[in-house]
Every structure is written in C-alpha cells, then in structure tokens.
C-alpha cells in the first residue's frame, strides 16, 4: 500500500479513476481510499498533513514524488497511454518494451508522482 499527499484530493481521484481505472473505496475532501488492479493505495490532502514537518514544502509549488517510481503490473500500457491523453494527463515515456520484459507506459499524476504501469510482454 502507498500513501500519496496530494493538492486536491478530486483532481486525483478523478486522474486514478479516469487513466488508472482505479476503483474508489472511500473519498472525501480529507482523503480517498482507492484499489488499482488489487493494490490499495491511499491519497492524503495536504491540510490533513498540516502539523506535519513535510508541511512547509507541501504547501510550495515544489514537484513532488522526484526519485520515486510507482509501478504496476496488470494494466494494458496503451490503453493507460490513450486514457492519460484524452484526460490531459502527460505520458512520461510511452508504451514499450523495456529490458526487464514489461510493456510499460509511465504517466504522471496531477502532483508529480510516476506510474509505470504495463504487462509482461
């Protein structure tokens, strides 16, 4: 399970749900429970994080997720490609084939977090 803090906990719901086909357990303007091809991932707003000492950096317009990669396995590339693209969501690095036998995309959430995500080729 991950735990993403994230702007706006709609705008992300939205971007899992519409590219990711996540399903939505629970959401609220605080926090939203989703699972994604049967990984449990929670979304966390900024405010809820507010005496947290991250707080100050979450409120900058600071990228956000640098230095991590989020990936799963079970999710048809291109149609995450063509998903992403018609929500306005950029695609990363298209769908191929990498060396280690995944047909991968890498899209970008609305905060800055990376998903690669794909199928064994």
Request: aromatic share 8%.
């Amino acid at each position: 399970m991950a735990n993403l803090i994230v702007r706006d906990i709609q705008r992300s719901v939205a971007f899992y749900t519409n590219v990711l086909e996540a399903t939505v357990l629970y959401s609220d303007p605080d926090f939203a429970a989703l699972r994604v091809v049967g990984v449990d991932l929670m979304l966390h707003a900024d405010h809820t994080y507010d005496d947290h000492p991250w707080y100050a950096h979450l409120t900058s317009e600071e990228r956000r997720g640098l230095g991590a990669e989020l990936r799963l396995l079970g999710i048809d590339p291109d149609e995450v490609e063509q998903r992403a693209k018609a929500s306005g969501a950029k695609v990363i690095v298209p769908p191929k084939v990498r060396g280690h036998g995944w047909r991968e995309v890498v899209v970008e959430d609305p905060d800055g977090y990376l998903w690669a995500v794909g199928v064994v080729a």
